[in-house]
């Protein structure tokens, strides 16, 4: 490879372009970067990749409990709306009862007050009518005097 590459920077320096000059020193900087690669890599390298992957892993863990969160809080929150939706329907069906309840209780104050009523009107015209009869057989004895004084003032003389 080293003279495949020598060969080749040859014919670039040929051609009039870039003259490479290699010598041992090209070695030395490969051997170099070679041990500081070697020396880097515990050191450095790996540390560093087990701290991504450490990182990945909590952030892949962090995202599913996230997911099982939210799964866990749809479920929560359909049982929420459920047991809302029944005790809406529980209290719907109560209201309802107490309606008719208070319906029945109103219809049946109703049918007593009116027969109550209809009783004390009852009761005030049978003593009205008793009153008038007392003060017509009052009257009765008295019709005489009252028709002459009627026709008296009506006439405007004495009648006999």
């Known amino acids: 490879m080293v003279a495949t590459f020598l060969l080749r920077s040859s014919e670039v320096s040929a051609g009039g372009g870039v003259n490479l000059d290699f010598d041992g020193t090209v070695l030395v ?16 390298f790996d540390p560093l990749l087990k701290l991504y992957e450490e990182r990945e892993k909590r952030i892949e863990g962090t995202k599913r409990r996230a997911r099982r969160i939210d799964l866990e809080s749809a479920e929560a929150k359909a049982d929420y709306d459920d047991q ?4 809406r329907a529980e209290g719907a069906a109560i209201r309802e009862k107490l309606r008719a309840a208070g319906l029945r209780k109103e219809s049946e104050l109703l049918t007593k007050v009116r027969g109550e009523v209809q009783h004390t009107v009852d009761e005030a015209r049978t003593e009205t009518q008793r009153e008038a009869e ?8 008295h019709t005489q005097e009252i028709a002459r004084d009627l026709a008296a003032r009506v ?3 004495e009648v006999s």
């Open 134 to 141: 007392k003060t017509r057989a009052a009257l009765v004895p």
């Open 155 to 157: 006439l405007g003389r």
């Open 84 to 87: 809302m939706n029944k005790a």
């Open 29 to 44: 900087q490969v051997a170099f970067i070679l041990i500081l690669w070697a020396v880097l890599k515990p050191l450095l």
